[in-house]
């Protein structure tokens, strides 16, 4: 394992992080907690030291499986989590006003929530789960970042950032420029490649750190579903790949995996391709697949090696990016 800098917060991160919602069993279907916490074990064993999570993955349970699975690490791994906005609506709409969303009290209260679930009297990363830059402007930012710093004084969290809306890199660009986001978490895949035009740069200049979040766009990327896949009752991706969009989807990741065999074997399996991408871009600070299983915990491991993507493969596969909102109903 290789482990980078988390933008100016001095953090040593894993390049392999630890997507925690799918262990949250929210939104996944059924996940067994037996699994799930020898998958996280085998990821701290495997030397990965940053776990992303949400008190809405489960209502805290994937929290709780984090801490009951680095009992006794003490601060050789790093957590993150993120607070919901109150009015439990995402995407962050910039209509909204910030009091509906992150008011201060509600700030406080979800912060010792999440405490508590992990087990910890300080949190390393506290993320909102939603954000707009309209905030930036609202009447009551003044405060609500008063807030943060002030618990960031109590000791009760180290580094404070925003988990960025689905595929809308530039909504969070306004708050990287201002110096006051630690980091930022962003949709960025071989398929998404857009934070690369002004998000991911404009964090490597001003020291914010970059999680890359959904590096399989959902599992596609990572090369295992086909026409026959189907997915469990409760688990989301029934709909995200509902209809005609599995098809799409895996014609476009066939030809991806074409190119990234031309581009030589030395590129690992699908998944290991799928996450050395996300590495090659020197914002990035960590990429956190989503991964509730222990074979995959190795194999996305093993794309730590230090080799990323030459500049002449990154112009092949930049031809393969593709544009499109499956979150959003067909
Ligand atoms: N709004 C937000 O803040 C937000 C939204 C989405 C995600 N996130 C964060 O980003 C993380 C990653 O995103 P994600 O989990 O949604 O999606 P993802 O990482 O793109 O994909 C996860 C899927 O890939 C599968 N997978 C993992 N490794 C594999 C391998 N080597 N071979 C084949 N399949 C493999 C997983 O299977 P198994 O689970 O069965 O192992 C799971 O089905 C989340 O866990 C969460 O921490 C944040």
Request: aromatic share 10%; hydrophobic share 40%.
């Amino acid at each position: 394992m290789h482990y980078r800098t988390l933008g100016k917060t001095g953090l040593a991160v894993s390049e392999i992080g630890f997507g925690a919602w799918g262990i949250g069993g929210s939104y996944w279907g059924k996940t067994d907690d037996a699994e799930s916490l020898k998958a996280l074990r085998a990821a701290f064993e495997g030397g990965v030291t940053f776990f992303d999570t949400a008190y809405v993955y489960g209502d805290g349970r994937s929290e709780r499986l984090i801490a009951q699975a680095l009992a006794g690490a003490g601060k050789k791994a790093a957590v993150a989590t993120k607070i919901p906005p109150l009015n439990m609506r995402w995407p962050a709409d910039p209509k909204t006003p910030l009091s509906e969303a992150f008011p201060p009290d509600w700030i406080t209260l979800a912060t010792e929530r999440s405490l508590k679930n992990l087990d910890t009297d300080c949190i390393d990363l506290q993320q909102f789960h939603v954000w707009t830059d309209a905030w930036l402007k609202d009447p009551l930012w003044d405060k609500t970042f008063e807030t943060l710093l002030r618990l960031k004084s109590a000791g009760k969290i180290r580094f404070w950032g925003v988990s960025i809306n689905d595929h809308a890199p530039n909504s969070a660009v306004e708050l990287a420029a201002s110096g006051a986001a630690d980091s930022v978490q962003v949709i960025f895949n071989l398929f998404d490649q857009s934070p690369e035009e002004k998000l991911l740069p404009l964090c490597r200049e001003k020291g914010v750190g970059v999680i890359a979040r959904c590096p399989f766009d959902e599992g596609s990327l990572a090369g295992l579903l086909s026409p026959a896949t189907r997915f469990e009752p409760g688990d989301f991706r029934a709909d995200y790949f509902a209809g005609a969009r599995l098809s799409e989807t895996l014609e476009r990741v066939g030809r991806l995996k074409s190119a990234l065999l031309e581009n030589g074997s030395k590129n690992g399996t699908m998944a290991q391709a799928a996450l050395k991408f996300c590495l090659s871009h020197a914002a990035v600070g960590t990429v956190i697949p989503g991964m509730r299983k222990t074979a995959h915990v190795a194999e996305n491991i093993g794309s730590s090696d230090g080799r990323a993507f030459a500049p002449d493969a990154l112009a092949t596969l930049r031809r393969h990016a593709w544009s499109r909102n499956f979150y959003q109903p067909g």
